[in-house]
T-cell receptor, first 110, second 118 residues
Framework: DVKVTQSSRYLVKRTGEKVFLECVQD?????MFWYRQDPGLGLRLIYF???????EKGDIPEGYSVSREKKERFSLILESASTNQTSMYLC?????????FGSGTRLTVV | AQKITQTQPGMFVQEKEAVTLDCTYD???????LFWYKQPSSGEMIFLIY??????QNATEGRYSLNFQKARKSANLVISASQLGDSAMYFC???????????????FGKGTKLTVNP
């Protein structure tokens, strides 16, 4: 089975900190995604990547950036964390019609 | 404009009864796909069922079936014989091409919280 591993289950960061959320997949999936999930809003796409060093903005990219230096790893970066970025962050990878999600990182910005 | 609309924030059903969760979508692409995922309180996203836009028959997977009405742009999930373990959030999602054409992505609805009562 494909595994998508998010490095942290829970994170607490201070306002203004630079935050890195890491995601690693153990299969040869081309596509990787970062979503944030908030109650009543569902999953909203932040950024996605279809190849190494290739990225596209999703629906809510403001305040975020991403890095994909290796095929298996996709990092989400909060350049200067703010309290409105407190949320659950889900990483996913896909190959054709098969999408696999990580367990999520619950980020709290105080 | 929302591409995936789930109009039911919450639904209740009695154990062993059937329930329909609504999903409508908006796309001008003739080739697309629709997914349903289940997210229990543990947070994992569990794939349930997939329907491609060119599929002739409605998709079925065990107790899950998809009522696909292309002209109405709806893809409702039907769960038969509900079980207590079906209590969870349910998300409808659509596969679409990215605007730059480099990849495909999943766009999600806001979800429906299903509660199965004993």
């Amino acid at each position: 089975d494909v595994k998508v591993t998010q490095s942290s289950r829970y994170l607490v960061k201070r306002t203004g900190e630079k935050v890195f959320l890491e995601c690693v997949q153990d299969m040869d999936h081309e596509n990787m995604f970062w979503y944030r999930q908030d109650p009543g809003l569902g999953l909203r796409l932040i950024y996605f990547s279809y190849d190494v060093k290739m990225k596209e903005k999703g629906d809510i990219p403001e305040g975020y950036s991403v890095s994909r230096e290796k095929k298996e790893r996709f990092s989400l970066i909060l350049e200067s964390a703010s309290t409105n970025q407190t949320s659950m962050y889900l990483c996913a990878s896909s190959l054709k019609l098969s999408y696999t999600f990580g367990s999520g990182t619950r980020l709290t910005v105080v | 404009a929302q591409k995936i609309t789930q109009t039911q924030p919450g639904m209740f059903v009695q154990e062993k009864e059937a329930v329909t969760l609504d999903c409508t979508y908006d796309t001008s692409d003739p080739s697309y796909g629709l997914f349903w995922y289940k997210q229990p309180s543990s947070g994992e996203m569990i794939f349930l069922i997939y329907q491609g836009s060119y599929d002739q028959q409605n998709a079925t997977e065990g107790r899950y079936s998809l009522n696909f009405q292309k002209a109405r742009k709806s893809a409702n999930l039907v769960i038969s014989a509900s079980q207590l373990g079906d209590s969870a959030m349910y998300f409808c999602a659509m596969r679409e091409l990215s605007s730059q054409g480099g990849s495909e992505k999943l766009v999600f609805g806001k979800g429906t919280k299903l509660t199965v009562n004993p």
